[in-house]
């Protein structure tokens, strides 16, 4: 399986842009798929994800009313809608994805990063003042 991340660059603050990440492998499906973001000198951190059903988004509270995050199910592919965003914002941003279980997914392991089995390389956000 591969992810492949795209959309990232330099943007003013109060700019917005547009992250996709798409899941490649035979046969591969989703169960659902999310954005990380690990600033410089910083852990990794839960931004956004969503269940490849369309049925449940989550958004971190960082971000909650800037950030969207969308996933369709059916191309393996997950979007962030970023707007307004903040010199703090400055990342490199990774998409991740799990696959499908015998169970489903509890809200909080959405948030947690151990709960995906497959990452992409990142792609990087830079937010000048």
């Known amino acids: 399986v591969q992810l492949q991340a795209s959309g990232g660059g330099l943007v003013q603050a109060g700019g917005s842009l547009r992250l996709s990440c798409s899941a490649s492998?035979?046969?591969?499906?989703?169960?659902?798929m999310g954005w990380f973001r690990q600033a410089p000198g910083e852990e990794r951190e839960f931004v956004a994800a969503?269940?490849?059903?369309?049925?449940?988004?989550f958004v971190a509270d960082s971000v909650k009313g800037r950030f969207t995050i969308s996933v369709d199910g059916a191309k393996n592919t997950v979007y962030l809608q970023m707007n307004s965003l903040k010199p703090e914002d400055t990342a490199v941003y990774f998409c991740a994805a799990r696959s499908p279980r015998s169970r489903g997914m509890a809200v909080s392991l959405f948030y947690s990063e151990t709960s995906y089995d497959s990452w992409g390389k990142g792609t990087l956000v830079t937010v000048s003042s």
């Open positions: 492998g035979r046969g591969y499906m989703t169960y659902s």
């Open positions: 969503g269940r490849s059903s369309g049925s449940g988004t």
